[in-house]
Structure formats: structure tokens, C-alpha cells
């Protein structure tokens, strides 16, 4: 894949918590329900939207490994929709170069939807213009403990020394490890937090809130967000001066 830098002003990696589905469809006196099924329209927006901006991966927060505790009539129309999602979608993301992935716990799933989520990304999988990744039945401290649970599985085993568990390694056994960790994290529905979503990977994440709710998205306020984004001085820990030297009489141009 190429690899237009974050630096470019674009983000290589957006990742999305939908919120606001909910209040969507109460505002409008109906089912919760309804609310998800508007959210589906505006995912396909966010896709298009980071297709055309030349985002490298787009990571959307779908279902939480806490979302199974919603009432049963709930969680069973997002299954629904997911499901016809898969169904509906997938020819036409494939049509498009997308890379569809999913990570999270799927053995929770009735096995209709995994058998889906497989076909969908081996269909997909040799796409290179966006990669899709929908964190399904996923927790951000479920997935730190799976990847705890593979480094004391080798070291057990003998094929890891203790010593040699670092950041790195660890950073090898999360989520998404073979692709940039996100650049910019946005979350609709006006709540400030991170909700258990990709932990690990958004220490340096630029994180970006909306009060708008998910359903009413649009593109005029996902270039606010990529304009915000285009404007801050990212760190990762060093001072301003080290990553954006101060102009010197030495470095101006005559
Ligand atoms: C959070 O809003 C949203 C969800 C738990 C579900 C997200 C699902 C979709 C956007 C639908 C389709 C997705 C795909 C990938 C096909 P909420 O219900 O917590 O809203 P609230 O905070 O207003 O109650």
C-alpha cells in the first residue's frame, strides 16, 4: 500500500466511534432500531468521504464486547443489520478497492454473520485503496489481554524470553498490528470518551468529538474534523522545537 505520511495533513488512519444512534431515532419517537439503520446509511457516507480524501485505513467501532448486554430486542436488529450489510454491501466495497477486515471476539457471533465476515474479507483481501476494519463484539482491554495471553502462551512454550517483552512486542499481538496506528480518532454524539475502543493503539491519537449525532453526519462535518486534524502539531512526547525547529538566521532562506 502506498504511504502518504500523516504529515501530508491527511490521516493515514481514522477510527470512528458511531454514537448517537439512539437519541437519533428517540428524538424522532422511535424505535432504537430505526436509529442503527439510519446509522448504516452514514457509514457508507464516512466510507466515501475517506475514500476520496485518500485515507489509507478507516476503523469503525460497530458493536462493543459490552454492547451484548443491551436488551436482547436490540442487539438482535443490529445483528439483523450487520447481516444484511454483509450481504448488501460487501459486492460493492470489493468493486471499489476496499479491504474489509474485522476484529474482535467473533465466536459470538451466530455463525451466519462469521461465516459472512469470512467471505468478506477473503473476497477482499487483496485490496489496497482502503482498508475497512469494523471492531465487532471488541474491547479495547479484551484486545491487550489476548495479546498478554499469545506472549506468556510462547514464553511458556519456550519460544519467548521474558526479557524480549516490550512495547514492541506487544504492539505486534494487538489489533491492526501490521497497519499505522490511528491518526485521528473521532467520536459523534457529544460524549467525551474513549469507551473501551482500541486502547493501545490511540496513545498518540488525535481525538476529535462532535455533539452531532451519528446518523446525521455529513461530509461538511468530517472536513472539520480532517482540518482540525491538518492543524496540530502532533509531538509524541518531544518538545515543539524538536519536531517543528524554530527558524534560525542559519535556516532562512536569503
Ligand atoms: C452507538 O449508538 C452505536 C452502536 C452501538 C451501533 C453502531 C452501528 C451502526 C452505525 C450500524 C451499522 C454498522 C455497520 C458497520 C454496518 P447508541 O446506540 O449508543 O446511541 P445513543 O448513545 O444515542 O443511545
Not at 3 to 14: F, K, L, N, Y
Not at 101 to 110: A, H, K, L, S
Not at 156 to 182: T, Y
Request: proline share 5%; charged share 25%; with cysteine.
Amino acid at each position: 500500500m502506498s504511504a502518504p505520511s500523516a504529515t501530508s495533513g491527511v490521516p493515514r488512519h481514522v477510527a470512528v466511534i458511531m454514537d448517537g444512534n439512539g437519541r437519533w431515532a428517540a428524538r424522532r419517537r422511535r424505535p432504537r432500531a430505526i436509529g442503527h439503520r439510519a446509522g448504516a446509511r452514514a457509514v457508507n457516507l464516512c466510507i466515501d468521504f475517506c475514500i476520496e480524501r485518500g485515507v489509507q485505513v478507516l476503523t469503525l467501532f460497530a458493536f462493543s464486547s459490552e454492547n451484548w448486554g443491551r436488551p436482547a430486542d436490540e442487539v438482535g436488529a443490529l445483528m439483523k443489520l450487520f447481516l444484511n450489510a454483509l450481504d448488501r454491501e460487501v459486492g460493492e466495497l470489493h468493486r471499489r478497492g476496499v479491504q474489509v477486515r474485522f476484529i474482535g471476539d467473533r465466536d459470538r457471533f451466530d455463525p451466519a454473520i462469521t461465516a459472512r465476515m469470512r467471505a468478506a474479507e477473503a473476497l477482499t483481501a487483496g485490496n489496497g485503496r482502503l482498508v475497512l476494519a469494523i471492531a465487532a463484539s471488541y474491547g479495547g482491554r479484551q484486545d491487550i489481554a489476548s495479546a498478554a495471553r499469545a506472549l506468556a502462551v510462547e514464553v511458556a512454550e519456550g519460544r519467548l524470553r521474558p526479557e524480549a517483552i516490550d512495547e514492541a512486542a506487544m504492539a505486534r499481538r494487538v489489533a491492526l498490528a501490521d497497519l499505522p496506528a490511528p491518526d485521528l480518532f473521532i467520536r459523534t454524539g457529544g460524549d467525551l470518551r474513549v469507551s473501551n475502543f482500541l486502547l493501545w493503539q490511540l496513545a498518540y491519537t488525535e481525538l476529535w468529538f462532535t455533539e452531532v449525532l451519528w446518523p446525521d453526519l455529513d461530509a461538511a462535518t468530517l472536513q472539520q474534523a480532517f482540518d482540525d486534524f491538518a492543524g496540530r502539531q502532533r509531538r509524541f512526547g518531544l518538545t515543539g522545537d524538536q519536531v517543528a525547529p524554530t527558524p534560525t538566521a542559519d535556516t532562512m532562506a536569503p
